[in-house]
């Protein structure tokens, strides 16, 4: 099992919590999130973490890894598949461009990229910050096969990920809404980056349960 | 009578040449570029193994992470650009996805200081040393002539951790004889008893210069090798601290964090500093001119370094 290259940055409490539950490090050790001296920054580091294998952090910084890491493949010729995880807000980064013109001009058909199409981002929506859309076309017109879907359809990203690839890299869309199922939080931008109470739990645990 | 001239090379001739002995004795090694096949002497790379050559285009964000997700895939990159375009713009890729990653990545600085003389101020690199001598788990390393660059270069493929190469083009003469770079230590090329030159780089040979004028003048100079500048070597600056009377650094570099400033730092905390003097730029942007002229108007000849260390030898 290879974890995925995740650019997202503010995922780190999602990837540990998978990490741990797939037997990396000790479910124990997720109680020391954030904590003084723990490894499990904020931010995820390779060197701190097994299972991490590229730091997150700054925005725009996965993709063009995860280009390497697909130039890497072909030359070794392995049938290894990257995958790499991409919030829609950070493709405002350039690097993310010249990255995708990378993969698209090499034709890198064993690179997916998976864009968390949630239409926030911390100040305000993607639509009224910078705009991206439309961006399937964006992807396309830089040479690479694009997919949109419903980001919480786990059947839909199965079919995506397991379809045969063309011979480009894949770009999917997965159309996501923030904070889904927890009626306070869905669709509002300060949920980007704001940390529930213990009463906000326990309300948001209530709605998903129900 | 005056000398006969000394002969003087590009050490990205001998770099490019080290790539490729070292590219066919291990397949692991890789070239990422930025359309500088040429301005990088990679011509001869590309020949020969050209599905080991990844030119991404100009794109140096992208440049170096791609070269991050060679290394972390097992390959060893040489990432090689203009000095000022790799360190300026990809310089959160260096931090993020090569130093704080750990990524094996060789970051190859060519053509730096003001090899590029009259395209001016945006195509120099004297920031370079400053910014990366910022990051931690960077080396930093300036070879001093083609000996020293070859060597370094075999050093750097097989060194596993990140690694900033700066590669001159501005032409030096040879200084090393055949001795080998040892990553961290300072190679003592002339001794003396007065004066202490820190040199690195292209001033190296410029000191040795120094040395053979100010011993003319009844001043013995000890010229220091300084091709690693991160991390120091911090016991051969305090030998010379004991052992002669005062520290004169010499680079192609503002004087704000490189060389100079980490010498500085290391004479003003011990017990005992002594008197020194800091050659390069200081936080100013360079006039027209050749490589060889903006030299001589920042005080980076021979005769400067000289008068630097004779002036301190009788302070």
Redesign the interface.
Known sequence: MCPPVSSKKRTAGALYTTLAAIGFFPKAELDTFAGPLSPLNGHP???KVPGV???T??L??G???????????R??ASSRHVYVVLGDGELQE??NW??A??AG?RRLANLTEIVDRNRLQQGARTEDTSALDPLDDKFRAFGWDALELDGHDHLAMLDAFTAPRGERPTCIIANTIKGRGVSFMEDRVEWHHKVPSALQIEAAAAELAR | MSAPAQEIFDCRVAFADELITLAREDERIVAVCNDSVGSSNLVDFAKEFPDRLINVGIAEQDMVGVAAGLALSGYVPFVCAAAPFLTGRALEQIKADVAYSQSPVVLCGMSPGMAYGELGPTHHSIEDLSWLRAIAGLGIVVPADPNETRSAVRWAAAAGTPVFLRVSRFKVPPVTGDTAFTFGAATTLHDGSDVTVVATGTMVSRALQAAEQAAEQGVSLRVLNMSTIAPLDEETIRTAMRETRAIVTAEEATTTGGLGAAVASLVVTSHQPVPMRMLGIDREFAPTGSTAFLLEHFGLTAADIRAAAVELAHV
């Open positions: 580091n390779r060197i294998e590229t730091n952090g700054p725009g910084h993709l063009p890894i995860a280009v390497g890491m697909a130039v890497a493949g030359l070794a350039g690097s010249e990255a013109m990378t001009h």
